[in-house]
T-cell receptor, first 115, second 113 residues
Framework: NAGVTQTPKFRILKIGQSMTLQCAQD?????MYWYRQDPGMGLKLIYY???????DKGEVPNGYNVSRSTTEDFPLRLELAAPSQTSVYFC??????????????FGSGTQLSVL | GQQLNQSPQSMFIQEGEDVSMNCTSS?????WLWYKQEPGEGPVLLIA?????ELTSNGRLTAQFGITRKDSFLNISASIPSDVGIYFC?????????????FGEGTQLTVNP
């Protein structure tokens, strides 16, 4: 198993550009998440999904969109990139929503800079 | 929103020393988790705690779930250079309300050989 795979690893965007961060998992996990990590800060939840076709907002959803057409894929879309979206983005997945029973598996991150 | 205060922010220690870090919250959490993040990688779960007062070890790592359910502690004994990384605490308040893990700001650990 590859686990959680994120692409790209690095990206530089100009203000106003759009892009999609890709995330795929091959563990047949129902639950997938997108977090952002700013320097010196913990991870903040952007969006999450409890299964194909179902998504919900996290703590910091503004400026982002997600879709979940398959169990495996959970792309994150930035429509109009802003400097405030410069961050490291992590995708994660879990089998159960009960974190106490199941691990949260993280991808290796996407470093995004908006200039 | 809920906030976890993690301290210290950073630590510089010599190989062989013991390390302690903690996380406190104004809210009660029912699950406490400790993660380690190495450069260029996502966080990896080290220890999970499920009950107030619980003390759990994973090799040289020991974590405790505070009695008040508002804090947790992580200790690393006899540190080695590969312990370098950022350590995050995370709490889950309610298993049934969605996966709303709240993360601390992290403790950057540097171990000098």
């Amino acid at each position: 198993n590859a686990g959680v795979t994120q692409t790209p690893k690095f990206r530089i965007l100009k203000i106003g550009q759009s892009m999609t961060l890709q995330c795929a998992q091959d563990m047949n996990h129902n639950y997938m998440y997108w977090y952002r990590q700013d320097p010196g800060m913990g991870l903040k939840l952007i969006y999450y999904s409890v299964g194909a076709g179902i998504t919900d907002k996290g703590e910091v959803p503004n400026g982002y969109n997600v879709s979940r057409s398959t169990t495996e894929d959970f792309p994150l879309r930035l429509e109009l990139a802003a400097p405030s979206q410069t961050s490291v983005y992590f995708c994660a997945s879990s089998y159960s929503i009960r974190i106490s029973n199941e691990k949260l598996f993280f991808g290796s991150g996407t470093q995004l800079s908006v200039l | 929103g809920q906030q976890l205060n993690q301290s210290p922010q950073s630590m510089f220690i010599q190989e062989g020393e013991d390390v302690s870090m903690n996380c406190t919250s104004s809210s009660i959490f029912n699950t406490w988790l400790w993660y380690k993040q190495e450069p260029g990688e996502g966080p990896v779960l080290l220890i999970a705690l499920y009950k107030a007062g619980e003390l759990t070890s994973n090799g040289r790592l020991t974590a405790q779930f505070g009695i008040t359910r508002k804090d947790s502690f992580l200790n690393i004994s006899a540190s080695i250079p590969s312990d370098v990384g950022i350590y995050f605490c995370a709490g889950q308040r309610d298993e049934t309300s969605g996966s709303r893990l709240t993360f601390g700001e992290g403790t950057q650990l540097t171990v000098n050989p």
